[in-house]
């Protein structure tokens, strides 16, 4: 029968000690990341809070939403093609517990005999309503709210993450670097990544009622 000494002893605590050590830096090193993500999410709350507070004084807020891959090879310019689109523009609206919230349309709508609302191109729409888009906290990397030579109203540098298949014109490089026009399927490239609609009334001091809109082309 054999006994541990104190060596033996001294050697598991060692072990111990060491197993110990390693799960702590282990959480702390998951633990880094996420408290920048809170940080950053404050950052983001407290610039858009600030810009919000001069839409209470009767300002309008329009922001120019630029694509953060497209900012060194294509902005400030701005192509009609949709893929090649660098930069957006959509008035600042606020925030919720998933991101800043942009209005960057007003659509015509009518209202099915169902109920729902769906979107019409027609002059015989019955409502209005605006599109509200959501860009999530950790898809804005910087603000600035002063904006740049190009546009004094703020800037959100933003990495677009959301793609949509679509077909029509879009652009390819050409051998003169130019833009050459071609025709097919191609991957759009959005700032949003989801949308919401509220129901405009003549009465802007009641709530905004949030409806739920079909045919909407530019959806995400």
């Given at each position: 029968?054999?006994?541990?000494g104190?060596?033996e002893y001294?050697e598991?605590?060692?072990?111990?000690?060491?197993?110990?050590?390693?799960?702590?830096?282990?959480?702390?090193?998951?633990?880094?990341p996420?408290?920048d993500?809170?940080c950053?999410?404050?950052?983001i709350?407290?610039?858009?809070?600030?810009?919000?507070?001069?839409?209470?004084?009767?300002?309008?807020?329009?922001?120019?939403?630029?694509d953060?891959?497209?900012?060194?090879t294509?902005?400030?310019?701005?192509f009609?093609?949709r893929?090649?689109?660098?930069?957006?523009?959509?008035?600042?609206?606020?925030?919720?517990?998933r991101?800043?919230?942009?209005?960057?349309a007003?659509?015509?709508?009518?209202?099915?005999?169902?109920?729902?609302?769906?979107?019409?191109?027609k002059?015989?729409?019955?409502?209005?309503?605006?599109?509200?888009?959501?860009?999530?906290?950790?898809?804005i990397?910087?603000?600035?709210?002063?904006?740049?030579?190009?546009?004094?109203n703020?800037i959100?540098?933003?990495?677009?993450?959301?793609?949509?298949?679509?077909?029509?014109?879009y652009?390819?490089?050409?051998?003169?670097?130019s833009?050459?026009?071609?025709?097919g399927?191609?991957?759009?490239?959005?700032?949003?990544?989801?949308?919401?609609?509220?129901?405009?009334?003549?009465?802007t001091?009641?709530?905004?009622?949030?409806i739920?809109?079909?045919r909407?082309?530019?959806?995400?």
């Amino acid at each position: 029968m054999s006994y541990w000494g104190a060596s033996e002893y001294i050697e598991l605590a060692g072990v111990v000690i060491s197993i110990i050590t390693l799960i702590v830096t282990i959480c702390i090193a998951r633990s880094i990341p996420e408290k920048d993500k809170l940080c950053h999410r404050k950052y983001i709350r407290e610039v858009v809070k600030q810009l919000t507070n001069n839409k209470r004084a009767g300002k309008r807020c329009m922001c120019k939403i630029i694509d953060i891959d497209r900012l060194n090879t294509l902005y400030p310019d701005n192509f009609n093609s949709r893929n090649r689109k660098s930069y957006f523009k959509a008035e600042l609206e606020g925030t919720d517990i998933r991101g800043v919230l942009f209005t960057n349309a007003i659509l015509g709508i009518v209202q099915e005999k169902n109920g729902t609302y769906t979107v019409t191109n027609k002059e015989s729409y019955t409502h209005k309503a605006s599109r509200c888009g959501l860009i999530p906290y950790n898809w804005i990397i910087d603000v600035d709210k002063s904006g740049d030579e190009i546009d004094t109203n703020a800037i959100f540098y933003c990495k677009f993450k959301k793609r949509k298949w679509r077909w029509g014109y879009y652009c390819v490089n050409g051998n003169d670097e130019s833009f050459v026009p071609q025709k097919g399927l191609y991957l759009d490239r959005k700032p949003f990544k989801a949308y919401r609609y509220y129901l405009l009334t003549d009465n802007t001091d009641t709530f905004r009622h949030y409806i739920d809109v079909k045919r909407d082309n530019d959806a995400i």
